[in-house]
């Protein structure tokens, strides 16, 4: 059980019972579950290590109580399968016992940045654990990661068993047919490159100086450079942050003029009557107001319409609150809140999805430049080599990518042609030239 230090000083009642007590309702919640997996690389006191420190910074360290378990794999199951079951309190807890629920954990942004902390923490015992190298784990979603993939579903102790007696389950089957789909997926830009090749073997072609060729590989490196920052430049703009509304800031919006007069009106209306009060108290010593019963009537009757008008201002701004909420409440309430939220948060999944299609694109780009970079890199060598022509297609028309293959096949035939000394010595030189202007390229390329 890992406990905040000042709970521990002040208390030897049973934590559970301790929790369940603070709450009122017979059905209310004083616990949830965090599920983890764990990393099967790690042995089991470095998860259980990873298990504490997560606990003790994200949990404890935020005034909660957890215990944990970890489960190892099933005997018939994946081996892979270590994972933990974390209990956490919903109260928070200080030296004078639970206090209020932790009502931020409600909100499905606070299990988002939980996930990011888990994954922060995780990265790093693997690092410490198993060195620099260690695999590293993300909580973004394949979409969030610009894979072009589709996720399966998590098949559960049921279909988990099924399948690993033989048996087809119904989870089993919507992800073979997932992972099907992923590997045509894969191998469908493989396909097109098969067929573009296959189209263009009958194109016309021509021996151009290698320094035509070189200078046109150099334009369409600038081209492809140009652009992917400008696809950079959009993305920057689209991952601004757009402000969306609250359901709970609309709703304060609309009522937070007549809560303020509700309030107000309140406070006056109790001014009024303790104002009155202390009249009353200084008049019974005054002889004057004891000797003169109409100054006594005229000033009962001010303090009862002073007091009337403090109590009709104060039921105003009741019922204009009462109205405020039940207008809420009302279909014209819901279609407001809705004309409010809606909007904001469209434009915010909107630009979400545009910076997820502009990563993949720079992605792609980045490759393409890359290649780009290699190959040019290979004229290079070629021509230190002696060469001065390069048989190349005389159009692009099957795009720029199935030129830039042609020619760096027929850049690697001609540079083979050559002993591996001369060729390695044509690279330093070629290498030293290049390094620092053509990005993508290093000594170790």
């Not at 073979?176 to 396909?191: G, K, M, S």
């Not at 950079?232 to 919006?253: F, Y």
């Amino acid at each position: 059980m890992h406990v905040p230090s000042a709970r521990r000083r002040t208390t030897s009642a049973p934590v559970p019972a301790a929790a369940e007590a603070a709450d009122k309702r017979a059905d209310s919640r004083t616990a949830r579950e965090i599920l983890v997996s764990l990393p099967h690389e790690l042995s089991d006191d470095q998860r259980h290590g990873l298990v504490r420190a997560f606990i003790a910074e994200s949990l404890v360290g935020k005034g909660m109580i957890a215990d944990y378990g970890i489960h190892y794999p099933d005997a018939h199951g994946d081996e892979r399968n270590h994972h933990a079951h974390i209990l956490v309190t919903t109260r928070r807890v200080g030296p004078e016992g639970f206090g209020f629920k932790a009502r931020e954990w409600d909100n499905p942004d606070a299990v988002k940045a939980l996930r990011l902390e888990w994954e922060q923490i995780q990265n790093l015992h693997l690092r410490q654990h198993l060195g620099q190298e260690a695999p590293q784990v993300t909580s973004r979603s394949l979409n969030d990661q610009g894979l072009d993939q589709e996720p399966t579903i998590h098949l559960g102790p049921a279909a988990s068993g099924m399948e690993r007696r033989g048996e087809a389950s119904d989870r089993g089957d919507i992800n073979r047919r997932v992972q099907t789909r992923n590997a045509e997926r894969q191998t469908r830009p493989v396909q097109v490159r098969e067929l573009e090749d296959q189209m263009a073997a009958g194109r016309p072609r021509q021996a151009y100086p290698i320094d035509a060729v070189i200078r046109e590989f150099e334009a369409i490196h600038q081209t492809m450079v140009r652009e992917r920052d400008s696809w950079a430049r959009a993305q920057a703009r689209v991952t601004a942050p757009i402000e969306v509304p609250t359901a709970r800031s609309v709703v304060s919006e609309v009522m937070g003029e007549a809560l303020s007069r509700r309030a107000a009106a309140a406070r006056r209306l109790d001014w009024t009557q303790n104002r009155i009060e202390q009249g009353r108290a200084r008049r019974q010593t005054l002889v004057r107001w004891v000797r003169n019963p109409v100054r006594m009537i005229w000033a009962a009757h001010a303090e009862m319409n002073a007091v009337d008008r403090a109590r009709a201002a104060d039921r105003r701004a009741e019922v204009d609150l009462k109205v405020r909420q039940e207008w809420l409440r009302s279909e014209a309430g819901r279609v407001y809140l809705a004309s409010r939220l809606d909007p904001p948060r469209q434009a915010a999944a909107d630009a979400r999805r545009e910076a997820r299609t502009l990563e993949r694109k720079i992605k792609r780009a980045d490759r393409r430049i890359e290649a780009v970079a290699r190959t040019r890199v290979k004229l290079l060598v070629a021509r230190e080599l002696g060469h001065d022509k390069m048989v190349a297609p005389t159009r692009m028309d099957l795009g720029v990518g199935q030129a830039v293959r042609e020619v760096d096949r027929r850049a690697v035939d001609v540079v083979k042609a050559h002993a591996p000394l001369a060729q390695e010595r044509a690279l330093s030189k070629v290498m030293a030239l290049v390094q620092g202007k053509v990005p993508g390229i290093g000594p170790d390329r």
